[in-house]
């Protein structure tokens, strides 16, 4: 396997010569263990002005380092350094698998090698857990950091409805097949949240999670970037946008659909009305207001409620399908509520429930069949 540790850096002068000492080890007891095993540490590194960038650069030219490679660009936030960094490992450095690693020491090397053990075992994202058995963190953090980290979990949790017990930690190993199913660079997190959302996505798409507890010490040498500054409150807010973004998606998406279709009714009955004068024939009449508003209502779903990057033309004709389907639906249902009900038979509210349930047909089948979406 191809194995790229990524190590974000800004202001880590002091700790990447021990890191990359340390790294080279495990390295080194990583590939002797198993022959097939390549391992790449990668430094992302923001034009960092304590000149880590160039601590580097001369680490690189020892050939002891040769596991040692750099990426550099502007400082935009961690999020955005790693998914710079992982695009690079995967089409670059042809990745099999990618860990994620703060530099300053305070996620222990040795630990990549049971992150490497449980992808062994058939996880595709696994994660060293501060909050599972086993875990925990040196009890210098203050009362505001702690109950920061364990807010931003009950809220994960709670409200975004992950199943992932640390969704903040930064050391974890994910399986490039995962990644390659995640537009990473549609990721909306530049800063901490970023690896909220990554798991968020990966937990959407099925990955085989697996956390195991760990320490997490303290940092060696140089500074928190974590301050109560405005980057830091921008970056709270966004979490908990998030988190309720992902709660309620489904039930957005649901609604605009719902939109689109009342919308697309009320100018099927337009056109109907338009065309009877002229066809005289309810049956065309109806065929042709159907089909205009199936156009309609197709449209605005495609660019609007899915937001879909599929083939239009593909999809407008599943779209038929599906609709067709759930018009079959409707009227059967429709036909039974009619021969339950006899006596009513002539209430307008008859067609309720075949309405209903041709609605959720016509929406699942959308979603799952027509638009691909999870
Ligand atoms: N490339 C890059 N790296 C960053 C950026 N912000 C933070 N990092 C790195 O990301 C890792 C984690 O950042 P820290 O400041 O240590 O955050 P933390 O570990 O949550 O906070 P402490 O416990 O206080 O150290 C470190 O290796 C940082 O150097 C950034 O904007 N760009
Ligand atoms: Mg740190």
Known sequence: MNIVIIN??????????????????????LEENNKSDTVIQLVVDDSSPDGTGETVKTLMKDSSYSFLRII???KEGLGKAYVRGMKYAIESLHADVVIEMDADLQHDPKLIKT?????????????????????????????????NSKIANIVSRGIAGLKTHDTTSGFRAIRSTILNKIDLENITSDGYAFQFELLYLAEKKHAKIKEFGFLFKDRKFG????????QYILDILNFFFLAFK???????????????????????????????KDVKIAFIA?????EL?????????HYWTFKSNEKPLKALIK????????????????????????????????????????????????????????
Request: hydrophobic share 45%; no cysteine.
């Open 8 to 29: 974000p850096t800004y202001n880590e002068n002091e700790n990447i010569k021990i890191l990359v000492k340390e790294i080279g080890k495990v390295i080194h007891e």
């Open 72 to 74: 550099e660009g502007n």
């Open 115 to 147: 992150l490497i053990k449980y992808i062994y075992d058939g996880y595709d994202f696994v994660i060293a857990s501060r909050y599972v058995s086993g875990g925990a963190y040196e009890k210098t953090w203050s009362k505001f950091r702690v109950l």
């Open 223 to 230: 500074q928190s970037k974590i301050s109560l500054n405005k």
């Open 246 to 276: 992902f709660r309620y998606l489904n039930s957005i998406k649901i609604l605009k659909f719902g939109v689109v279709g009342l919308t697309g009714t009320i100018i099927n009955l337009i056109i109907y009305h338009l065309v009877i």
């Open 286 to 290: 109806e065929a042709i207001g159907y």
């Open 293 to 301: 508003s199936l156009f309609f209502n197709f449209g605005f779903n």
């Open 319 to 374: 779209y038929n399908g599906t609709s067709l389907i759930s018009l079959i639906v409707t009227s059967t249902v429709t036909q039974i509520t009619s021969l339950l009900f006899s006596k009513y038979k002539t209430n307008f509210l008859i067609p309720i429930p075949g309405i209903g349930v041709g609605f959720i047909v016509n929406y699942v089948l959308a979603k799952k069949f027509v638009w691909r979406q999870k």
